[in-house]
């Protein structure tokens, strides 16, 4: 079965440390990965995607994501956190199917303390 | 380039009501997402559109939702009648070329 997974619900950085917010993925077949982040009141907003190429992928915001077949992963990162980074995080991979659906991950609150 | 339009943003109705939502996807995005939205959840995919032609909508609740997109741009989503579990953040994205998805601001509905 086609999945997504975000094993952490919340994940809390102090203002200035690098973060990690965790995804893994399980799909057939050669994987399209995705980050989505959503502020408050506001709609998903597109980060960052993985489709073919280079593993460590840059997006929006200083945030990056490192590709890892092996370990079917795709965690997101940014060097140096701020307060306003702030938010729900998703991780979702498109599904094996012709329609390019996305399978979405139950989503990561990031808090980031100054 | 203009976003992803949705309205209204909030709309509370009483259960056994209507409602119907408003979408206009980023110009030339030919697939449309309708989603549902939990509080605190993942977006859990309604319909899916390609043009004006419905690709996937098998977890629409088909006795109650419906939707359209008659002219292959902008989409309505209606509710009739809305149960108290249909409060969530209703979004409304477009695909690109490139595969990502554009989300819009959301409508917010409440059931009471």
């Known amino acids: 079965a086609q999945s997504v997974a975000q094993p952490e619900d919340q994940v809390n950085v102090a203002e200035g440390n690098p973060l990690t917010v965790k995804c893994t993925y399980s799909v057939s077949g050669n994987p399209y990965l995705f980050w989505y982040v959503q502020y408050p009141n506001r709609g998903l907003q597109f980060l960052l995607k993985?489709?073919?190429?280079d593993n460590l992928v840059k997006g929006s915001y200083g945030f990056e994501a490192e590709f890892n077949k092996s370990q079917t992963s795709f965690h997101l990162k940014k060097p140096s956190a701020l307060v306003s980074d702030s938010a729900l995080y998703f991780c979702?991979?498109?599904?094996?199917?012709?329609?390019?659906?996305?399978?979405w991950g139950a989503g990561t609150k990031l808090i980031i303390k100054p | 380039e203009a976003g992803v339009a949705q309205s209204p943003r909030y709309k509370i109705i009483e259960k056994r009501q209507s409602v119907a939502f408003w979408c206009n996807p980023i110009s030339g995005h030919a697939t449309l997402y309708w989603y549902q939205q939990i509080l605190g959840q993942g977006p859990k995919l309604l319909i899916q559109f390609q043009n004006n032609g419905v690709v996937d909508d098998s977890q629409l609740p088909k006795d109650r939702f419906s939707a359209e997109r008659l002219k292959g741009v902008d989409s309505t989503l209606k509710i009739q009648p809305a149960k108290l579990e249909d409060s969530a953040v209703y979004l409304c994205?477009?695909?690109?070329?490139?595969?990502?998805?554009?989300f819009g601001p959301g409508t917010r509905l409440t059931v009471t």
């Open positions: 994205a477009g695909r690109s070329s490139s595969y990502e998805q554009y």
């Open positions: 979702a991979v498109r599904g094996m199917d012709s329609n390019y659906q996305l399978i």
């Open positions: 993985y489709i073919t190429g």
